[in-house]
Nanobody
Framework: QVQLVESGGGLVQPGGSLRLSCAVS????????IAWYRQAPGEQRELVAD???????TYADSVKGRFTISRENIRNTAYLQMNSLKPEDTAVYYC?????????WGQGTQVTVSS
């Protein structure tokens, strides 16, 4: 069973930075594609960034140039580095792992950008 645990959320001022982590249990992390989604109150969940098994990353237009997704296979962990945060980045951020017979989600971590 693949389980995901996000961490690193919190309250930050506009212009600040946070790094989210997604720790994935099991031994198949290197075979999984990883994505970060977010959901603001009253909004649909949206894709923020994803990274393939080979390390190719893609980003939503709203975060390009500010966010960086990465993965560290030896630690079974993916990251989302978020810089130049804006109030509109406020949301619950979820990690998603996809592979053969796997499509699992973490519990989410709250990110609040406010002065």
């Amino acid at each position: 069973q693949v389980q995901l645990v996000e961490s690193g959320g919190g309250l930050v001022q506009p212009g600040g930075s946070l790094r989210l982590s997604c720790a994935v249990s099991g031994s198949i992390f290197s075979l999984l594609a990883i994505a970060w989604y977010r959901q603001a109150p009253g909004e649909q969940r949206e894709l923020v960034a994803d990274i393939t098994r080979g390390g190719t990353a893609t980003y939503a237009d709203s975060v390009k140039g500010r966010f960086t997704i990465s993965r560290e296979n030896i630690r079974n962990t993916a990251y989302l580095q978020m810089n130049s945060l804006k109030p509109e980045d406020t949301a619950v951020y979820y990690c998603n792992a996809v592979g053969r017979s796997v499509n699992n989600w973490g519990q989410g971590t709250q990110v609040t950008v406010s002065s």
